[in-house]
């Protein structure tokens, strides 16, 4: 007599199980069963890896430093130039500045500290002060011709930031 077939799984053995007559593994040889001697952890060699140079650290938190104000004092001057006519585009580009200045300041400060999330942050307040500068050319605002180079100084530091010189001091 055989048992219906049914799609259901059985969770237990249907008969008893084997008894091993020796219960070690068949893999290790008895004569092999040493202790496990210590392995000393791996050392640098001297001269493979050197300090990094804080130069290019330093030059992207001068030009951090350069674009930030660059970029409060454009804003500044939009939003009171154009208060009176469009106070929504003046309200979004000062909140703009803000995130910008937010994203800058606590980016030069954790590059400074040599933090991972330094890089992030300066690209972010760069990225987000290009937008403001694309916001008065968008605008059509009448600036004088200087005005129109100071988006360099972004540009500038987001390439310094993503340099390897400046990679390797904030990941220390």
Known sequence: ????????????PTGSLPQLEDPRTTHIDAQSEQQTTYIPQA??????????????????????????????????????GWWASDRLFCVAVGFLTLVSAGALISGLIALLLRRRTARLLVVV????????????????????????????????????????????????
């Open 43 to 80: 050392k640098p060699t001297p001269g493979v890896r050197r300090k990094p140079s804080p130069k290019t650290a330093v030059a992207t938190a001068v030009l951090a430093i350069l674009s930030g104000w660059a970029t409060a004092v454009i804003a500044t001057d939009l939003i009171t």
């Open 1 to 12: 007599m055989s048992a219906p077939k049914t799609g259901i799984i059985k969770r237990h």
């Open 125 to 172: 307040g760069s990225v987000i002060g290009l937008l403001i500068f694309a916001s008065l050319f968008i605008a059509g605002a009448k600036l004088a011709p200087v005005v129109y180079a100071i988006p360099v100084l972004p540009l500038l530091t987001i390439a310094l930031t993503l340099l390897p010189g400046t990679a390797r001091w904030a990941h220390p």
